[in-house]
């Protein structure tokens, strides 16, 4: 259940950080602003790991294996600017349907082929459906739009 909460609380912030770094942009500069988000973000973890009872050390960070797990910093980077972009040019509503859509085709493939240390699951045509829904609910959003 606590995953559920969690889940839709990040779903809100991810809506709200993206409509906040848009306005932010339209003012800086995209970089500028994504640059200050992961700045700020730096800073709150950091205060949060004092705060928290500093679990783990900072030294275990070149400990990972494989390597290219590091790379989510770099991602969060690129996720900030398209995010500034794509509300831009569609809408905080829009844009976000997108974003999940990618999101939950991104993760189904995966866990479907047990990707990046995850749990393999076999494919499930219900799962597709439901995908399949999805999609189609994006359309209906913008239906007006496409005829």
């Avoid at 709150?44 to 797990?69: D, K, L, N, Q």
């Avoid at 493939?109 to 990707?115: A, C, K, M, P, Q």
Wanted: charged residues 10%.
């Amino acid at each position: 259940m606590f995953g559920m909460i969690a889940s839709v609380i990040s779903g809100i912030l991810m809506s709200l950080q993206g409509v906040f770094n848009t306005q932010v942009t339209k003012q800086t500069s995209v970089w500028i602003s994504a640059g200050f988000v992961q700045l700020t973000a730096l800073i709150v973890c950091m205060i949060a790991w004092f705060v928290t009872g500093r679990e783990g050390s900072i030294s275990g960070i070149m400990h990972v294996r494989p390597w290219y797990m590091l790379l989510g910093g770099v991602m969060g980077a690129f996720i900030t600017y398209t995010v500034i972009l794509g509300m831009n040019q569609l809408g905080p509503a829009k844009a976000v349907l997108f974003i999940i859509a990618a999101q939950l085709i991104a993760a189904y493939i995966v866990e479907l082929f047990g990707w990046f240390g995850t749990q393999k699951i076999g494919f499930d045509w219900l799962k597709l459906a439901g995908v399949a829904i999805f999609i189609t609910g994006i359309v209906v959003f913008k239906w007006k739009e496409l005829f």
